[in-house]
Each structure stands twice: as structure tokens, then as C-alpha cells.
């Protein structure tokens, strides 16, 4: 697959997810998301309204982490957060499912969660991905989220948070995009720092690739070309 500069950068959310962070920092990374043309700022909730004024009249949106990294909020949490992160300038929801209820294999919980939360996305005209955080689930698992979110249609289904023990996996990939085919994309994260796993994501079936080495692989890109 033969991309242009400007195509892989649009497809990199680039995330600064770390909490131990201040203004100077969140400056920095919006900055360069504008100046790189990437697709969105992924970011915590609480900084929202401070990217979301540096972002203003760019290209790059925000893109908000609900119930991150763990998912073990309430659903009646998880909604009232991506509706106040919605309020807040997020025009991108990436929220973690409930690994317990999949590990009880609740699936009408998890569909029910998936559901009201890509209603709620849907209305507003926001991107839902929902975080499988595949690191914990087995084949059976992912396989059955995938099914999930082929009957309900988030924007996308994506890999992991990139604070688990693992992350995205090229097998993973390949298997989540066959899974769910073309009414649901796919994005990778966790784990990818380098062009060359980027563009990997990307031919196994990726659409989205959350890093925060994105100012590096579009420069190493750029010096590929």
C-alpha cells in the first residue's frame, strides 16, 4: 500500500495520555499535531477545553479517552462522561469496554454499554472507537466483540490503550478487520513508535493508528520517500 505523507498523518491520533503532564506539554503536542497534520489530539478529559482553543480552526479535532485506561466505570458514568467530554470539544470518543462483564461473558451488558454509548456519539455527530484491550481477552472473546460491534456499528473497534501488558498485535488486526469487514474500521495502538510498524497496521487492516511517536514516524517517513 502506497500512501502520501499527508494520508498517513491523517490516519495517527497522536496521544499524550500520561498523567503526569502540565499545559507546556499539551501545548507542545497540539502544536504538533497542527503543524504534522494528524487526525486528532487524543487526550485525557480533564484537558479538553485547553486543546480544544489551541486545535480551534485546524484540521485536528480532540479526541477524548472515556473510562480510560480501565473500563471499569458504571455505564451510567461512561455516559454521562462522554456526553460532558462531547460538551467539552471532543468530536472523538475512544472508550474501554468492561473487561469484567466480558470476562463473566455478559455479552447483553457489553452490547447494551456499546450501544448507548455510540447512540450517544451517533446524535452528536462524534467518532465512537471502542478499546477491546485484547492483551486480556482470549480468541473467543475478541471474536465476540467483534460480532458486537458488527451489529451495532461504532466508527471503529480498536486493539488496546497502550497501558495494558500488551498491545496491538498485526494477528490481531488481520482478525478484528475480518471480523467486522467493511461497516466497521479498525484502529491499532499500543506498542507501534516506528514507521515500519505503522505502515504493518495499516496493510493488515488498520484505518486509525493511536501513538504517541507520531511526529517521528511521519519525519522517518518523509525520509523513506
Not at 470539544?89 to 455479552?107: C, F, P, R, S, T
Not at 456499546?114 to 451517533?122: A, E, F, G, Q, Y
Request: proline letters at 2%; aromatic letters at 6%; a positive charge.
Amino acid at each position: 500500500m502506497e500512501l502520501s505523507v499527508e494520508q498517513l498523518a491523517g490516519m495517527i491520533d497522536h496521544t499524550l495520555l500520561k498523567p503526569f503532564i502540565c499545559n507546556e506539554d499539551l501545548e507542545r503536542h497540539c502544536k504538533m499535531a497542527i503543524k504534522y497534520h494528524f487526525k486528532t489530539v487524543a487526550v485525557n478529559n480533564a484537558v479538553l477545553p485547553f486543546c480544544r482553543k489551541i486545535v480551534a480552526g485546524t484540521s485536528v479535532v480532540c479526541d477524548a479517552a472515556v473510562s480510560f485506561p480501565l473500563g471499569q466505570s458504571t455505564l451510567e458514568t461512561k455516559l454521562f462522561e462522554t456526553e460532558d467530554a462531547i460538551i467539552k470539544g471532543a468530536k472523538e470518543i475512544d472508550y474501554v469496554i468492561n473487561l469484567v462483564e466480558v470476562k463473566n461473558a455478559n455479552w447483553r451488558f457489553i452490547e447494551k454499554e456499546m450501544d448507548k454509548i455510540v447512540s450517544i456519539c451517533r446524535k452528536n455527530r462524534v467518532v465512537t472507537k471502542v478499546i477491546f484491550e485484547n492483551c486480556y481477552l482470549t480468541e473467543q472473546e475478541k471474536r465476540m466483540l467483534c460480532q458486537i460491534a458488527a451489529d451495532i456499528r461504532p466508527d471503529f473497534i480498536k486493539t488496546s490503550t497502550g497501558f495494558g501488558s500488551g498491545g496491538a498485535t498485526f494477528k490481531d488486526v488481520m482478525m478484528m478487520k475480518k471480523c467486522v469487514g467493511n461497516h466497521v474500521k479498525v484502529k491499532a495502538a499500543g506498542g507501534i513508535r516506528d514507521v515500519q510498524t505503522a505502515l504493518a497496521m495499516i496493510e493488515a487492516g488498520a484505518e486509525r493508528i493511536g501513538t504517541s511517536c507520531g511526529v517521528e514516524i511521519i519525519q522517518n517517513y518523509k525520509l523513506s520517500k
